[in-house]
């Protein structure tokens, strides 16, 4: 299949996965009702479309994307299939400020107050990032120092766990870790899409500064790409996307992982053409999943990142082992 | 094409490369030799702005795009970090023209493969190709970059004879056809037989520059590489073969 097939197809299965995630849920609306109500708004029926599946569709496609993106701009920086876009910090940043959102109570007073939390979060572990790596720094130095941001961040996560004031504080953190589109209102759409939008605009500019850097740093930079500016387009791009749907979904793990891998195959290794198919997996593979959550268990919210990790690392598990047959 | 002048590249406070001051003119094929770390490398990498280098390079100057199209560079190290086909690696060499994969682009991609003599690899995953093979086709990469000048780090290690010569081959067209190429080598017998001039570089320095029966004498060998050698021309050119060490 070609790429440009490849894409097409893509799209097709995120347009058809859109219109399915709005149309399935326990309220009994019916198709043909529910797109009625959704676009004349009237009554219950499209308050429920409007309000509640209108944004969770959305941001099922929206948060989707952002995984996709950014763990194929991250594996092709770091030349290492199993990087994900978690690896600079920046989802631990955003867990971070969320949860002291929610344990200080801000939450309960200014709802906005825990994907802003958030964003602050994803933004300060992206500045400590940027100040450790140094601007000379190379791949594996912002490896480490992603890892130390993110051991940093969690354990005062952890921190604020242990000090929760109340048993049920600590559940509504650690279920909100757990990772969800649902009761998400189109606000958060509003508050995550500029900072998704510009993410992938950097991110989606940066291939072929990651095609070049498949033969190393020193050959890509003697081809006129510099690894200054590539490596903070991705560490930016990365950030924005990945800390603004973190600050509206929670932590959604394996998506970032899964995606381009199983990408790479069908669409060919360059890290420039993997990028916008990985977006559009990602949008397709979030919304399924999402789907999947209120298919598999309407009555029992069932997390969508419980759903992501159970189904995601038995494959890299899987992934893992493949790799070390072939040595 | 380059010229050098009184380029250092210092390691803490080490100089690794030492005043060096030189000229690569068109037509050119300079040998690059002498001992593990004498800094041969770095003398490379100095001189195209790669790692941060004291005195003047003519290269170091330029912006990355406008010299990437001055000048190509290979690596020592052959990294390839995805199973790219043979072609898209290629045709990576085309990045610093701005992506022209149609045309002249894939004209140039097609004329470095037919050089190389990898035509039948076009479509074959270059991850999957021996090490010798890989090298080759990291070498057809530069010549689609189409840049005048290639400066090339120990391209022909690890190749088999026949490969050898095909590339100190190809280095010698791309010369004569008005290009340059500068290529760091310890094979002096290929040195002696293909390259119009040899560098010398010994502890960071430029021992010598001129032609290789100018250069190859034994007093040199003696003093930098510590061997002996045999150097004769003869009606199918120079042979050089080195006998014995002498001892440090």
């Not at chain 2, 003599?117 to 074959?124: A, I, Q, V």
């Not at chain 2, 005048?148 to 056809?177: K, N, S, Y």
């Not at chain 2, 040199?220 to 006998?243: C, D, N, S, Y």
Request: glycine share 12%.
């Amino acid at each position: 299949m070609s790429y440009r097939a490849i894409l097409i197809w893509l799209s097709v299965a995120c347009a058809t996965l859109f219109l399915a995630s709005l149309l399935i849920g326990p309220s009994g609306i019916s198709p043909l009702q529910g797109l009625s109500a959704l676009i004349s708004g009237d009554g219950a029926a499209g308050l429920v479309m409007r309000e509640l599946r209108l944004p969770r569709a959305l941001l099922g496609l929206g948060v989707g994307a952002a995984l996709g993106l950014s763990g194929a701009a991250m594996q092709g920086f770091l030349r290492n299939p199993l990087a994900e876009p978690g690896l600079i910090g920046t989802s631990a940043g955003a867990a971070l400020g969320a949860v002291i959102a929610i344990q200080t109570g801000l939450y309960a007073i200014f709802a906005l107050a825990l994907p802003l939390a958030a964003l602050a979060g994803a933004g300060v572990a992206v500045a400590l990032i940027l100040i450790l790596a140094g601007r000379e720094g190379r791949a594996l130095v912002l490896i480490l120092a992603g890892i130390a941001v993110s051991a940093l961040a969690a354990a005062a996560t952890a921190l604020v766990l242990n000090l929760a004031p109340s048993p049920y504080a600590a559940a509504e953190i650690v279920f909100w870790m757990m990772g969800s589109l649902a009761d998400r209102s189109m606000t958060h759409v509003a508050l995550a899409l500029p900072f998704l939008i510009v993410g992938a605009a950097i991110l989606l500019r940066a291939g072929a500064g990651l095609d070049a850097l498949s033969l190393g740093e020193d050959a890509a930079a003697s081809m006129g790409i510099s690894l200054k500016k590539l490596r903070l387009q991705i560490v930016l791009g990365t950030a924005l996307m990945v800390g603004a749907a973190t600050a509206v979904a929670g932590a959604i793990g394996f998506v970032g992982l899964v995606v381009p891998h199983l990408l790479r195959k069908p669409v060919g290794a360059r890290p420039s053409r993997l990028l916008p198919a990985s977006a559009l997996g990602g949008a397709a593979m979030l919304t399924l999943a999402d789907i999947a959550t209120r298919v598999i268990a309407p009555e029992r919210d069932l997390k969508l990142g419980v759903l992501t990790a159970l189904v995601g690392a038995p494959f890299f598990l899987s992934m893992i082992r493949k790799m070390g047959r072939e040595g | 094409m380059l010229e050098l002048d009184n380029l250092s590249v210092l390691r803490g406070q080490c100089p690794v490369v030492d005043s060096v001051s030189a000229q690569v003119d068109a037509g050119e094929l300079i040998g690059l030799i002498g001992p593990n770390g004498a800094g041969k490398t770095s003398l490379m990498r100095g001189a195209l702005g790669l790692i941060a280098a004291r005195g003047r390079s003519s290269l170091a100057g330029l912006d990355p795009m406008a010299r990437a199209r001055a000048a190509a560079w290979l690596p020592q190290a052959r990294e390839i970090a995805w199973g790219l086909s043979v072609a898209e690696l290629v045709a990576l060499g085309r990045l610093p023209h701005g992506r022209d994969t149609q045309g002249a682009g894939a004209a140039a991609v097609e004329e470095a493969l037919r050089r190389m003599g990898l035509e039948t690899y076009r479509d074959r995953t270059a991850t999957h190709l021996s090490g010798g093979e890989q090298a080759q086709v990291l070498i057809a990469r530069a010549l689609a970059q189409e840049s005048p000048l290639i400066l090339a780090d120990e391209p022909i290690a690890g190749l088999d004879p026949a490969a050898q010569i095909a590339t100190m081959e190809v280095f010698e067209a791309h010369a004569r056809a008005g290009g340059a190429v500068v290529t760091s080598l310890h094979d002096l017998g290929l040195a002696a037989r293909h390259c119009t001039r040899l560098w010398v570089m010994d502890r960071g320095r430029l021992v010598a520059d001129g032609k290789p029966q100018e250069v190859l004498t034994e007093q040199l060998l003696a003093e930098v590489f510590h061997i002996r050698a045999h150097f004769r021309i003869t009606p199918e050119g120079p042979v050089f073969q080195p006998l014995s060490t002498l001892g440090i």
